[in-house]
């Protein structure tokens, strides 16, 4: 199975550095401009299938990378962490809680812990290796839920550093499973 991902293209709230979680915040006009650069990298892709959030962010990237070869699914399972009272606020307050510490796994403000992030994207890639192993696809999700489906695929363990990992904005990476 060889599986592309990309992070949706930046909206107005990324530029404020605010956390948009379950918000359902529309690209902006630079948002537009990465998600047509990674359909520019991508064109020469045949892609069996497509799988997105669903929410508009996201949605907007996949269509234009997409650009109508294949269909798109939405799935639940690949929405952005939840980010509980923090949704809406500034990054900052987020980076001063260690959410990413996989073994105080923190809930804390209502925030999904590190360990349900990754239970969940392993549940989509389990989903995806029984149907789809022999197909190309493309996932267009949201930062947090890309690391943890990369550490699921490479592999993780109680003292690995999530935020070694940081996906950007519109960027593709492509992985064999």
Same mark, same amino acid.
Request: glycine content about 8%; some cysteine.
């Given at each position: ?14 530029? $404020? ?30 892609? *069996? ?26 799935? *639940? ?18 980076? $001063? ?6 073994? $105080? ?16 994207? $392993? ?10 192993? *022999? ?40 992985? *064999?499973?």
């Amino acid at each position: 199975m060889k599986i592309y991902m990309v992070r949706h293209g930046r909206t107005d709230w990324n530029d $404020k550095g605010l956390m948009q979680g379950a918000s359902n915040i529309p690209l902006n006009k630079t948002g537009e401009k990465q998600a047509l650069l990674a359909h520019e990298k991508l064109k020469d892709v045949n892609f *069996d299938v497509c799988f997105s959030s669903p929410l508009k962010r996201t949605s907007q990237t996949a269509e234009i990378i997409i650009d109508g070869r294949c269909g798109i699914i939405y799935d *639940d399972l690949l929405l952005e962490r939840g980010l509980g009272s923090l949704e809406g606020k500034s990054h900052d307050l987020y980076k $001063k809680f260690d959410y990413y510490d996989y073994e $105080k796994n923190s809930c804390e403000n209502g925030v999904e812990g590190i360990r349900q992030l990754l239970d969940r994207t $392993k549940e989509f890639l389990d989903k995806l290796k029984l149907k789809y192993s *022999d197909k190309t696809i493309l996932i267009v999700s949201h930062s947090a839920t890309i690391r943890a489906l990369h550490f699921n695929i490479i592999g993780y363990d109680g003292k690995t550093e999530f935020l070694s990992f940081s996906p950007k904005n519109g960027e593709v990476y492509e992985y *064999d499973i």
